[in-house]
Nanobody, 121 residues
């Protein structure tokens, strides 16, 4: 019940905004914690950013100062604004949600199908 969009190809230094629509859930209580995670080719999934029901955010060190996570409870949307993109940011980006506080671990219960981001140098 999580659907991502907004991925694409961009040159290094560029920006993209990812969106995630949450449906068929009691927002926000079913999903106290909503996160963006990514998986680059040949690598495991890693947490990028997290926002909880109090709008407290957590970021991976690799994206701090460049990425911003936000949520719109009225529209049941989650966003990830990505600026100053680097080639190493290229990955399949997932929206994930859980009622538990899992931090940036890849153990979330609910996942979208992913949206691909490609950053060229």
């Amino acid at each position: 019940h999580l659907v991502e969009s907004g991925g694409g190809s961009v040159q290094a230094g560029g920006s993209l905004r990812l969106s995630c629509v949450v449906s068929r859930a009691t927002w926000p209580t079913d999903y106290n914690y909503i996160a963006w995670l990514r998986q680059a080719p040949g690598k495991g999934r890693e947490g990028v950013a997290l926002i909880d029901q109090y709008n407290i955010t957590t970021y991976a060190d690799s994206v701090k100062g460049r990425f911003t996570i936000s949520r719109d409870n009225t529209k049941k949307n989650l966003y990830l604004q990505m600026n100053s993109l680097k080639p190493e940011d290229s990955a399949l980006y997932y929206c994930a949600a859980d009622w538990r506080g899992l931090g940036l671990s890849p153990s979330y219960a609910y996942w979208g199908q992913g949206t691909r981001v490609t950053v060229s140098s």
